[in-house]
């Protein structure tokens, strides 16, 4: 089992920034890919970065890549996503999220086996 706590959301206006931290607890030595993602109101849960938790790669949905930067401790247990510039569009309840069965890809929601409980982030025009 994971544990996964999320930390950092909150109220910014148009043009700020925020970081968003997950703390990872329990059997963190199975865990392979670590995501966050985030979920509008009416919409599809969504991946906005992932890294390999074991590795150095690192994806970005499309268009976040220029204003959000995911990063991560390993000694911490601990990711991190850094949002620049931040837009009402990007107002969502955001998760963090972990694999620990590999093989599979890592955009996908459905992918991940532990979830935290999400933080919202609310951005004001």
């Known amino acids: 089992q994971v544990q996964l706590v999320e930390s950092g959301g909150g109220l910014v206006q148009g043009g700020g920034s925020l970081r968003l931290s997950c703390a990872a607890s329990g059997h963190t030595f199975m865990m392979i890919t670590m995501g966050w993602f985030r979920q509008a109101p009416g919409k599809e849960r969504e991946c906005v970065a992932a890294v390999d938790w074991r590795g150095s790669s690192t994806y970005y949905a499309d268009s976040m890549e220029a204003r959000f930067t995911i990063s991560r401790d390993n000694a911490k247990n601990s990711l991190y996503l850094h949002m620049n510039s931040l837009k009402p569009e990007d107002t969502a309840v955001y998760y963090c999220?972990?694999?620990?069965?590999?093989?599979?890809?890592?955009?996908?929601?459905?992918?991940?086996?532990?979830w935290g409980q999400g933080t919202q982030v609310t951005v004001s025009s």
């Open positions: 999220a972990a694999q620990v069965f590999g093989g599979r890809a890592f955009y996908e929601a459905q992918n991940y086996d532990y």
